[in-house]
């Protein structure tokens, strides 16, 4: 913990952003991913997050990941008998995962962790003004 909170705060913001990230880059990594059966199928994740009131400053509020969760969204089901993974009938299972709208929440957490980097750089150069102050 820091003596100003306000990097705790911003430090969460950047932590939250990351775990954004990885989560996103995992269901865009398994997009394409098949399996033979539903319960096989990579499941989504998404990260929940939760605000939590900072203990130095209670008018601070700092973001902390409470969990990851799989999405509930059933796997897609296509025929392709000639597939090495098909099932009996010959379908495949694909996870629900739409490129489109994950590219666009990645877009958004890097904006977000932009934004964080920022907020710790303002902050650094107010504390640095700060104890320059009556030199």
Do not use: W
Request: aromatic letters at 6%; hydrophobic letters at 40%.
């Amino acid at each position: 913990m820091s003596n100003l909170p306000i990097f705790d705060v911003a430090g969460s913001a950047l932590h939250a952003q990351s775990v954004r990230l990885s989560t996103i880059a995992s269901n865009l990594a398994n997009a394409d991913s098949v399996a033979g059966s539903a319960e096989a199928t990579y499941k989504p994740i998404e990260p929940i997050f939760q605000a939590q009131q900072s203990r130095q400053d209670p008018s601070l509020t700092s973001v902390n990941v409470k969990e990851i969760t799989t999405t509930n969204e059933p796997p897609i089901r296509r025929y392709e008998p000639g597939h090495p993974l098909a099932d009996a009938d010959g379908y495949v299972f694909s996870p629900d995962v739409d490129p489109v709208s994950q590219m666009v929440n990645m877009i958004s957490a890097s904006r977000n962790y932009q934004a964080g980097v920022e907020m710790l750089n303002t902050a650094k150069e107010l504390a640095l003004a700060t104890l320059t102050m009556g030199r």
